[in-house]
């Protein structure tokens, strides 16, 4: 095998390790670190000639040698996973109905870190202009359903971390400084469609191709017919209702009065990172992130020293 898709494998390995995650060869294909372009079928045969001790093969796994007790974790969390996606699917349902939603995508690599006491973090892409009362009602509809994540309750609970307008989806500005910002590769390639009638996700990708200068297999996400969610007649009725009633000047104020009432709450929150000059919280009129306890950093640090 060629020294360089060694490499590329290995790397990739030791990111998804932090995780205790390992891949199965169609997995190691699709997440390929930086490795060359090469054909299913060119991949595959380079795989079976792999001569690399810090990688075991066992029980259809790619891993670290020594990780074999990963496989065990993995299976386990496919129930946690299948668990926590039929929470996200309810909440798509709620959601459909609420003007100016797009798309709405379960992210922060549910299936590769989740654990039992997990939250549900969501990504939400909304119409241009309108980010502020969709957020408003958003969050409100999902108190009112007692599926929102608090301090107090996370466990199996929706997060509402992250939103974005559909006209700016290339997030290569809210990279961490130390390049490459890995994490966030493997965020957009690992984001999980569950409701998108207007295809936002191939978007994203288009506008993320600096992502594959990382991640380089052009795969498409297969999301489970059990998982996705689709407007019907009612949803689409309600939906269109309001954004005809919030259209031009007399939306932009109910927008505004939104953006206001939700402004004023954030500044007094005074333990918030809002202030500080990264990407962790983003408050603006294209994106809102609060990840308050952005981990990219940490991730970046452990993948660099691993492979080192």
Same mark, same amino acid.
């Given at each position: 095998?060629?020294?360089?898709?060694?490499?590329?494998?290995?790397?990739?390995?030791?990111?998804?390790?932090?995780?205790?995650?390992?891949?199965?060869?169609?997995?190691?294909?699709?997440?390929?670190?930086?490795? =060359?372009?090469?054909?299913? $079928?060119?991949?595959? &045969?380079? %795989?079976?000639?792999?001569? /690399?001790?810090?990688? +075991?093969?066992?029980?259809?796994?790619?891993?670290?040698?020594?990780?074999?007790?990963?496989?065990?974790?993995?299976?386990?969390?496919?129930?946690?996973?299948?668990?926590?996606?039929?929470?996200?699917?309810?909440?798509?349902?709620?959601?459909?109905?609420?003007?100016?939603?797009?798309?709405?995508?379960?992210?922060?690599?549910?299936?590769?870190?989740?654990?039992?006491?997990?939250?549900?973090?969501?990504?939400?892409?909304?119409?241009?202009?309108?980010?502020?009362?969709?957020?408003?009602?958003?969050?409100?509809?999902?108190?009112?359903?007692?599926?929102?994540?608090?301090?107090?309750?996370?466990?199996?609970?929706?997060?509402?971390?992250?939103?974005?307008?559909?006209?700016?989806?290339?997030?290569?500005?809210?990279?961490?400084?130390?390049? =490459?910002?890995?994490?966030? $590769?493997?965020?957009? &390639?690992? %984001?999980?469609?569950?409701? /998108?009638?207007?295809? +936002?996700?191939?978007?994203?990708?288009?506008?993320?191709?600096?992502?594959?200068?990382?991640?380089?297999?052009?795969?498409?996400?297969?999301?489970?017919?059990?998982?996705?969610?689709?407007?019907?007649?009612?949803?689409?009725?309600?939906?269109?209702?309001?954004?005809?009633?919030?259209?031009?000047?007399?939306?932009?104020?109910?927008?505004?009065?939104?953006?206001?009432?939700?402004?004023?709450?954030?500044?007094?929150?005074?333990?918030?990172?809002?202030?500080?000059?990264?990407?962790?919280?983003?408050?603006?009129?294209?994106?809102?992130?609060?990840?308050?306890?952005?981990?990219?950093?940490?991730?970046?640090?452990?993948?660099?020293?691993?492979?080192?």
């Amino acid at each position: 095998m060629d020294n360089a898709l060694s490499q590329s494998i290995y790397h990739t390995l030791v990111y998804f390790d932090l995780f205790s995650y390992p891949l199965t060869r169609e997995e190691l294909y699709q997440y390929l670190w930086e490795g =060359p372009k090469l054909s299913y $079928a060119e991949f595959f &045969k380079a %795989l079976e000639q792999l001569d /690399d001790d810090r990688i +075991v093969f066992s029980e259809g796994y790619y891993m670290l040698a020594g990780k074999q007790a990963h496989i065990t974790v993995r299976r386990k969390r496919q129930w946690f996973v299948a668990k926590k996606m039929k929470i996200a699917k309810k909440a798509a349902k709620l959601y459909r109905y609420i003007p100016f939603v797009q798309a709405v995508y379960v992210c922060n690599q549910i299936q590769i870190g989740v654990d039992k006491d997990s939250d549900i973090d969501v990504f939400i892409v909304v119409k241009q202009g309108r980010i502020w009362i969709t957020r408003f009602l958003v969050t409100m509809i999902t108190a009112l359903r007692g599926i929102r994540r608090s301090n107090k309750k996370t466990t199996d609970r929706i997060c509402l971390s992250f939103y974005g307008v559909d006209t700016a989806l290339n997030f290569s500005a809210i990279r961490i400084d130390s390049s =490459p910002d890995i994490y966030l $590769a493997y965020w957009l &390639k690992t %984001l999980i469609p569950i409701y /998108d009638p207007h295809h +936002v996700y191939r978007r994203i990708q288009l506008e993320n191709t600096w992502a594959d200068a990382h991640v380089r297999s052009k795969y498409e996400v297969h999301v489970s017919k059990e998982w996705f969610v689709k407007d019907h007649r009612m949803s689409k009725i309600v939906k269109r209702f309001f954004e005809i009633a919030w259209k031009g000047a007399y939306g932009d104020m109910v927008n505004n009065l939104a953006k206001g009432l939700q402004d004023t709450k954030m500044k007094k929150n005074r333990k918030s990172i809002q202030y500080e000059a990264d990407s962790r919280v983003i408050i603006s009129d294209n994106i809102l992130k609060f990840h308050e306890n952005d981990r990219r950093k940490l991730f970046q640090k452990l993948w660099q020293e691993a492979v080192a």
